[in-house]
């Protein structure tokens, strides 16, 4: 048995968790979560505690387990906190801002570059150089998140590019001037 599904989930109040048809449901005060459920797994809400059954005792089963139980959590949490991601910008000269939906990246190239935030996504720049991606589903945030750092990867020489806050880039020396042999 999969020790992280068998860890139950607290339903803070006003959230709601429903299980039909392979389909389970998540609605609370930020919105609503959906995601389809595959395996031998089901799902009991006793109250306000939400657990994780495991139908067979497969290794396939045993995985799926524990990865629906995080799953559920993290829909939980979104609809009641929700998630940020912060990225920070470092280049010289390089800037972002937030333009209605569109995040308006110049980060060194001859033409800014427009992101689109997709439906559930919100962008915020508390500065030129910080972006913060908002939303309740901890997979867009993130994959969102990962796709504006893939415009300019942190480069190890510099340190330019597109980071998450916190991350460390580790600098390499670079060329040096050695002495000719003659």
Aim: charged residues 25%; contains cysteine; positive net charge.
């Amino acid at each position: 048995m999969s020790r992280i599904g068998k860890m139950p989930i607290a339903i803070p109040a006003g959230v709601t968790v429903e299980f039909k048809n392979g389909v389970v449901s998540v609605k609370g005060p930020k919105g609503a979560l959906e995601r389809k459920v595959v395996g031998n797994v089901d799902f009991v809400v006793e109250g306000n505690v939400l657990t994780v059954k495991a139908l067979d005792e497969t290794s396939e089963t045993n995985a799926k387990h524990g990865l629906y139980r995080a799953l559920l959590q993290g829909m939980v949490t979104g609809v009641t906190d929700g998630f940020t991601k912060g990225l920070e910008v470092k280049g010289v000269g390089w800037k972002v801002q937030v333009q209605g939906n569109k995040l308006v990246m110049n980060v060194g190239f001859s033409h800014p570059v427009e992101m689109v935030a997709p439906e559930g996504i919100k962008f915020e720049c508390p500065s030129q150089t910080e972006i913060n991606v908002i939303g309740i589903s901890k997979e867009l945030v993130g994959q969102t998140a990962a796709n504006i750092r893939s415009v300019r990867v942190p480069e190890p020489y510099h340190g330019y590019g597109i980071r998450y806050k916190g991350e460390y880039v580790e600098h390499k020396e670079g060329k040096t001037s050695g002495k000719s042999k003659k």
